[in-house]
């Protein structure tokens, strides 16, 4: 389940709609102009360790058109994906269902939600940055959950889009964010594309 912010002025709520508006119809045009497509590749991170991840349930923060989502639930795991853009939700459960495998897909907008505490055994988030969820994430996660966490550091903007510094990690970010939690694996390095990214599989010790 997904819940939503407490209590802001009326004057908030209507800025904060009009920016998610905005947000969501820029991002369903870019689905849009993409048309159709075949289900992509998940994530080679995700791949890569997908058997260290506690089977169970799997939160996807903005998941785009499900393909790792997809890939997860071919995996045995119950997956929840949460997008800003309705096309690519659309997208992800009719991917799924020609996949042979049911997700539960939302649309939403990240900047106004508040996630449950203590309730997935898994948060993933690819390539998306929005920093005061962070320590959300790590509410959300069950003890003995893992976040599986990947996306750009600063050093990408010599190699290309995103450049603005606010999507781009600092050296060493995502460690002093997770600082809680055990640290499993970690990397920081240029990936084929060539891409700089960070990469984090982290757990939430269970209580003695």
């Known amino acids: ?82 997008d800003i853009s309705d096309v690519a939700v659309a997208r992800a459960l009719r991917l799924a269902d020609i996949t042979g495998v049911t997700i539960e897909a939302r649309q939403a907008d990240l900047s106004t939600l508040t996630l449950p505490v203590d309730t997935y055994d898994v948060v993933a988030c690819f390539h998306y940055l929005q920093r005061n969820l962070l320590p959300q994430i790590v509410d959300a996660l069950r003890p003995g959950g893992m976040v599986i966490y990947e996306t750009f550091s600063r050093e990408q903007a010599q190699h290309g889009h995103p450049t603005n510094p606010a999507y781009l990690l600092q050296p060493n970010e995502l460690l002093q964010t997770f600082q809680a939690l055990r640290i499993r694996v970690y990397r920081d390095v240029v990936v084929e594309g060539p891409q700089a990214v960070v990469s984090l599989i982290a757990e939430k010790i269970s209580p003695l």
């Open 1 to 82: 389940m997904i819940l939503f912010a407490g209590q802001i002025t009326a004057a908030a709520i209507g800025r904060r709609r009009g920016k998610a508006v905005d947000e969501r119809e820029r991002w369903n045009a870019r689905y849009a102009a993409q048309g159709e497509r075949a289900l992509a590749a998940p994530n080679a991170f995700l791949r890569a360790h997908l058997a260290m991840l506690p089977k169970g349930t799997v939160l996807e923060l903005a998941m785009g058109e499900g393909h790792n989502a997809i890939f997860l639930a071919q995996h045995g795991f119950s997956v929840t994906g949460v």
